[in-house]
C-alpha cells in the first residue's frame, strides 16, 4: 500500500464524515460550514482523480459561491421570526427516502459500470488541434458542447430573474439588500482594498490560461464576483439598484455574444454554434472573456438577493 | 544536490505538517475562541510558511515558485484578516460556549 493510497483513503474518510455531520448537525449555520468544507475536501479529491477544471469550479462554486449563496439564506431566516421552519415527520422521511434513492442509483452505476466504458475521450483528443485550444475541457465545452454551455449561462440568468421576483413590487428595481453582512470595519475595508487588484488579476489569468491549461469562465468569474462582493460588503462601492442599465448590459452580454457568434455560424460555417475554419480559437477566446463578466455580474448579483429599498433621487 | 534539496524538502514539509498538528491540538484543547484564533494563526504562518519553503525547491521554475510563494501570502492575508473580523465579533457579543 503506497502513501498515496493512505492519502486516497484518508481524504474518503474524511469526505464521507464531513458529508454525515452536514446532515446530522443541527443548526443551520454550522451545515453550511460544513457543506463549505466539503466542497473543498470534494475539490481536492476531484484533483486526484487529474480532473483540475472540476476541482477548481467545485472549490470557487460548490465551496465558495454556493457556500456564500446558503449563508445568506440562514442569516435572512434568523430574520424570520415565530416560524418554526421544520418539516414534519412524514416529509422529512419521504425526502430521506427520496435522497437514499438517488444515492443508492448513483453507488450503482459507480460501482457497476459497462463492460467497455463508452466515451468519446480520444476522438476529442483526436480532433483538439484543429480547435486551437489547448485544454481538452475548454474544447468539450465549447466546440464539442457548446450548446450546453449555453444554456448552462442562461440558466444563471434564470436563476437571478428568480431571486429579484422575490422582491415586492413597491421595490421592484431598487437596490438589493447586502445590509446581513454590512458591518464594515477598519480592517475589512483594509481588506477590500489591498486584495481586489490581486483577485483581478488572478481572474484574468483564469479565464486566459482556460484556452490552455485548467481554468475558464466560470472559475474566473467566480473570482471577480467575490471581489466586487469584497468591495461592497466593506462599502467602499455601494450596491448598485437592479434597474441600472450597464448592469444589465454586462449580465447579458456573455451569453448574447456567443449566441452571435452562434447564429454567425449557421451562415459561416453551416451549423449553429460551429465556428469557421481558422477562427475557433479568437471566437473561443472573445466568448470566454464576454461570458466571465456575464458570469460575475450573475454570480455577485446573485449573492446580494432581491432588491429591498428604492433608490433615493 | 539533488539529495540534498530532497532532504531539505522532506524535512521543512515534516516541520510544517508538525505545526498544523500541534496548532490542531491547540483549536481542539485551547479554552476560549481568541486563543483558538491565535494557534490557527500560528498554524497559517509557520506550518504553511515551512510547507511552501519546503517545495520550493522542487517547484517547476522560477514562475511556479513565485506562485507557491504568492498563495502563502494570500493565505496569510486573509488568515489575519479573518481573525481580526472573527475576534471582533467576539469581544463585541462575547462567546457562544
Avoid at chain 1, 422575490?166 to 489591498?194: E, H, K
Avoid at chain 1, 489569468?205 to 474566473?220: I, N, S, T
Avoid at chain 1, 446573485?302 to 433621487?313: H, K, S, W
Avoid at chain 2, 510558511?49 to 525547491?57: D, F
Wanted: charged fraction near 10%; aromatic fraction near 8%; include cysteine.
Amino acid at each position: 500500500m503506497t502513501i498515496l493510497s493512505v492519502f486516497d483513503m484518508g481524504l474518503v474518510v474524511l469526505i464521507l464524515g464531513i458529508g454525515a455531520s452536514t446532515i446530522a448537525v443541527r443548526q443551520a449555520f454550522a451545515a453550511v460550514i460544513g457543506f463549505v468544507v466539503y466542497g473543498l475536501l470534494l475539490s481536492i479529491a476531484w484533483v486526484r482523480l487529474s480532473a483540475v477544471d472540476v476541482a477548481l469550479t467545485e472549490a470557487a462554486i460548490g465551496g465558495g459561491m454556493t457556500g456564500m449563496l446558503m449563508l445568506g439564506a440562514v442569516a435572512r431566516l434568523r430574520f424570520v421570526k415565530g416560524n418554526d421552519t421544520r418539516a414534519s415527520l412524514p416529509v422529512r422521511f419521504a425526502a430521506g427516502v427520496l435522497c437514499a434513492l438517488v444515492a443508492a442509483g448513483l453507488a450503482t452505476a459507480v460501482i457497476s459500470p459497462p463492460e467497455a466504458i463508452p466515451t468519446l475521450a480520444p476522438m476529442v483528443m483526436e480532433n483538439l488541434a484543429q480547435s486551437g485550444l489547448g485544454n481538452p475541457v475548454a474544447g468539450v465545452l465549447f466546440v464539442y458542447r457548446a450548446l450546453d454551455t449555453l444554456l448552462e449561462k442562461v440558466v444563471l440568468i434564470l436563476a437571478l430573474l428568480g431571486v429579484w421576483s422575490l422582491a415586492p413590487d413597491s421595490v421592484w428595481g431598487g437596490i438589493p439588500g447586502l445590509r446581513l453582512y454590512a458591518q464594515s470595519n477598519s480592517t475589512l475595508t483594509f481588506l477590500a482594498q489591498l486584495l481586489p487588484p490581486v483577485g483581478i488579476v488572478v481572474a484574468i489569468y483564469m479565464c486566459w490560461v482556460g484556452a490552455k491549461e485548467p481554468g475558464g469562465a466560470f472559475q474566473g468569474g467566480t473570482i471577480l464576483a467575490a471581489m466586487w462582493l469584497l468591495v461592497m460588503i466593506a462599502g467602499l462601492k455601494s450596491v448598485p439598484s437592479i434597474s441600472q442599465p450597464w448592469l444589465r448590459l454586462l449580465l447579458v452580454v456573455g451569453p448574447v455574444i456567443f449566441l452571435a457568434i452562434g447564429l454567425a455560424g449557421m451562415v459561416l460555417a453551416n451549423a449553429f454554434l460551429a465556428y469557421p475554419p481558422g477562427y475557433a480559437k479568437p471566437l473561443i477566446i472573445a466568448v470566454e472573456v464576454a461570458l466571465t463578466l456575464s458570469i460575475g455580474v450573475a454570480l455577485g448579483l446573485l449573492a446580494t438577493g432581491p432588491p429591498e429599498r428604492v433608490q433615493q433621487q | 544536490m539533488n539529495l540534498a534539496l530532497d532532504i531539505f524538502t522532506v524535512s521543512a514539509v515534516s516541520a510544517g505538517a508538525f505545526f498544523f498538528l500541534a496548532g490542531t491540538v491547540g483549536l481542539l484543547r485551547f479554552p476560549d475562541s481568541l486563543t483558538r484564533l491565535h494557534a490557527l494563526t500560528k498554524v497559517d504562518n509557520l506550518g504553511l510558511g515551512l510547507v511552501v519553503l519546503g517545495l520550493l525547491p522542487q517547484a517547476n521554475g522560477l514562475f511556479s515558485a513565485l506562485k507557491l510563494v504568492s498563495i502563502w501570502l494570500l493565505v496569510q492575508l486573509s488568515g489575519a484578516i479573518v481573525t481580526q473580523l472573527i475576534a471582533g465579533v467576539v469581544r463585541q457579543h462575547g462567546s457562544h460556549e
